[in-house]
């Protein structure tokens, strides 16, 4: 069984075609694995073992009659944002509670298109609006690696799912970090592909639409590769996705690094970095000259975006809810309501500056790459932190500078503006034993040598092997 728990989706296809495992066979030990695990670090919010088993048995018939897709058989959690029809889809918010979803969201569609087993929905903060997992129908998730710590957020549930065994594959979203944030908090790798090349529907609710992007969170970059193949594409139900790539994000994904140019920065506009985490992600930077690239310490120099997307979220939320604004906040998370209730000193001058600021960064940010072939920098300026009684969407201080729910992600949600391609990779361990994140960011619509450094850094200093003891 936990040979079987910790097996990549490259693995659990090929025991498959060769007959060594069958699919319901390994999802009868990832629903044993989550039944014993889950109630202790809550990633799983609602589980679909019978909508699995289905789909396990199928995929059983499938390889006997040589039908196989590209992800037949392998497990896969669903953050309770993106839809899964029949399923319970509660946004982490009593508003919806028991919404059930009328139909897939695009990138399930093409889940079930290629074979997946769906185990479950994960957990998420309610409409996804801080980098903290916790809401009021199920609770905070916990870190699998110490369960008194946060997951990070807002794909929290999904980053947890994967680290603690409940299947190789997790499928979230990120509109300011929310894959990347608990990707490094929890020790996965996860990429934020390119806005707009994986589609966003349905929208039940209005808000992100500029800034979110569907994503892959796994346990190794080659099962994100895949993941990424099977979900990338247009659809028409999403006006913003990008025409069909014609790329196929495995091949070449071995070929290394040679000859890139790389920058690292701790800088980014962050108030501060926790020290520790600074220096791990220095030295793993600096260790992909090990590696044949050319690596130089060079900040791009951009603004603070932190009051910009604060100002988007308060602005989108109070649109969202301005027709029963106090009924739903006597519904909604505590710690929404001091900043939504701040709605009526903005203006419309400030909202358009924020459009004025994100051109401002992508003219600096354009000028940097054309200089470089990736930006290196830490995930998150510091790793998970406790958990509180009571509502909570931050640490309180890093290294002594108070931190807010949006100055704290500094180093991920410039790139949410920009929409350019960016990953965690797990790159270490603080010394009380927690995961360490190193953001590697590329330049627009370049997933591909993204995905290359990502795997010539597994291949170097692998991470996929180490497994919390939970």
């Known amino acids: 069984m936990d040979d079987i728990i910790w097996m990549s989706a490259h693995e659990l296809l090929e025991s ?33 073992a019978d909508l699995a088993q289905e789909q396990a048995r199928a995929s059983e018939e499938a390889y006997r009659n040589g039908t196989a897709r590209a992800l037949e058989g392998v497990p896969v959690t669903i953050k309770d944002l993106i839809h899964v029809k029949g399923v319970r889809n509660t946004y982490g918010s009593r508003l919806f509670e028991d919404f059930v979803a009328g139909e897939d969201a695009v990138l399930v569609e093409r889940l079930k298109g290629s074979g997946a087993v769906i185990v479950g929905k994960t957990n998420t903060p309610e409409f996804g609006l801080v980098a903290v997992t916790d809401n009021l129908v199920f609770g905070p998730s916990r870190n699998p690696w110490d369960i008194s710590k946060t997951t990070g957020g807002s794909s929290g549930g999904a980053a947890a799912s994967v680290v603690a065994g409940f299947g190789p594959l997790a499928a979230g979203n990120d509109g300011g970090g929310s894959i990347r944030i608990p990707a490094s908090l929890c020790g996965a790798f996860g990429l934020k592909p390119q806005f707009g090349r994986v589609p966003s529907y349905p929208y039940s609710l209005h808000g992100w639409d500029t800034m979110n992007h569907e994503g892959p969170i796994t346990r190794t970059v080659a099962d994100a590769a895949l993941m990424l193949n099977v979900m990338a594409g247009p659809d028409e139900r999403d006006r913003r996705t990008l025409p069909a790539s014609g790329v196929d994000y495995l091949e070449g994904l071995d070929d290394g690094i040679e000859g890139l140019r790389v920058a690292y920065t701790c800088d980014l506009s962050a108030p501060a970095v926790d020290p520790e985490v600074a220096e791990i992600t220095r030295k793993a930077a600096f260790a992909m000259s090990e590696l044949g690239c050319e690596v130089a310490e060079e900040d791009p120099g951009i603004m603070d975006m932190s009051g910009d997307l604060t100002m988007l979220v308060i602005a989108e939320q109070a649109a969202v809810h301005s027709e029963n604004l106090d009924e739903d906040l006597e519904k909604m998370y505590p710690a929404f309501a001091p900043f939504i209730m701040l709605e009526p000193s903005l203006d419309a001058a400030d909202i358009a500056r924020i459009a004025f600021h994100r051109e401002d960064i992508w003219d600096r940010l354009w000028r940097f790459f054309s200089r470089y072939d990736l930006l290196l920098t830490p995930t998150t300026a510091c790793a998970a932190f406790d958990l509180k009684e009571g509502p909570m969407t931050c640490p309180d201080e890093i290294n002594g500078i108070p931190m807010t729910p949006a100055n704290w992600i500094a180093f991920t949600h410039p790139f949410n503006f920009t929409g350019q391609p960016a990953a965690s990779v797990p790159c270490g361990f603080t010394a009380s034993g927690l995961p360490v994140g190193l953001q590697i960011v590329g330049r627009r619509y370049d997933e591909t040598t993204v995905l290359r450094a990502s795997a010539a850094f597994e291949n170097a200093f692998p991470w996929s092997g180490r497994h919390p003891d939970i």
Not at 23 to 48: F, K
């Open 16 to 48: 498959y075609r060769a007959s060594r495992l069958s699919p319901v066979e390994v999802l009868g030990a990832v629903l044993e694995r989550v039944e014993r695990v889950n109630p202790a670090i809550n990633a799983v919010v609602t589980l679909t």
